[in-house]
């Protein structure tokens, strides 16, 4: 089994900060590309960021210049450091890992149950 824990959302002023985590665990045999995705109420998912796992980073252009993606490889690990936040930041961010299990041939696509992120202006 795996699983992809997130933590670090919160309830946050426009022009403030939050850092999320997620942390990837279980059987693992190697991680790829780990991300952030972000869904507002009515909306459909999006792209936040993504990291490969050489440090390779894209970041979406809404986002960009005020969100950083690092990631730790050692701890399967991936970090989303958000500033200047502002409300049309306001979603459920997920987590996403690309990573190969114990017992696969392939790799796969893993989702956290999501942070909730809200702005208040």
């Known amino acids: 089994q795996v699983q992809l824990v997130e933590s670090g959302g919160g309830l946050v002023q426009a022009g403030g900060s939050l850092r999320l985590s997620c942390a990837a665990s279980g059987s693992i045999i190697s991680v790829n590309t780990m991300g952030w995705y972000r869904q507002a109420p009515g909306k459909q998912r999006e792209l936040v960021a993504t990291?490969?796992?050489?440090?390779?980073?894209n970041t979406a252009d809404s986002v960009k210049g005020r969100f950083t993606i690092s990631r730790d490889n050692a701890k399967n690990t991936v970090y989303l450091e958000m500033n200047s936040l502002k409300p049309e930041d306001t979603a459920v961010y997920y987590c996403?890992?690309?990573?190969?299990?114990?017992?696969?041939?392939?790799?796969?696509?893993?989702w956290g149950q999501g942070t909730q992120v809200t702005v208040s202006s």
């Open positions: 996403n890992a690309n990573l190969l299990r114990v017992g696969s041939v392939r790799a796969y696509n893993y």
């Open positions: 990291v490969t796992s050489g440090g390779s980073a």
